[in-house]
């Protein structure tokens, strides 16, 4: 059974930095792509970021030069590192593991931004 788990999720203020992770079991993690959505209150889900296995990253407009997301197939986590915090990066931030068609999701981490 596949099974995501978010951390790092918190309350930080503008200009701040968060770093998120979720540890992934029962999947052989090297071969899935990872990646980071978010859904604001009253909004779309959306994604943020994405990894291929082999590590190829890309982002969202709204976050790119601001987020990077990573991965370690050693410890079957994948990150993602969020600076310059805005008020609009505001949401709840999931976790996914794709491969083919099959998409598995994380439980979700808040992450608020204000002072």
């Known amino acids: 059974q596949v099974h995501l788990v978010e951390s790092g999720g918190g309350l930080v203020q503008p200009g701040g930095s968060l770093r998120l992770s979720c540890a992934a079991s029962g999947i052989i993690f090297s071969i899935y792509n990872m990646g980071w959505y978010r859904q604001a209150p009253g909004k779309q889900r959306e994604l943020v970021a994405s990894?291929?296995?082999?590590?190829?990253?890309s982002y969202a407009d709204s976050v790119r030069g601001r987020f990077t997301i990573s991965r370690s197939n050693a410890k079957d986590t994948v990150y993602l590192q969020m600076n310059s915090l805005k008020p609009e990066d505001t949401a709840v931030y999931y976790c996914?593991?794709?491969?083919?068609?099959?998409?598995?999701w994380g439980q979700g981490t808040q992450v608020t931004v204000s002072s």
């Open positions: 996914t593991a794709r491969r083919g068609p099959t998409t598995e």
């Open positions: 990894i291929t296995g082999a590590g190829s990253a």
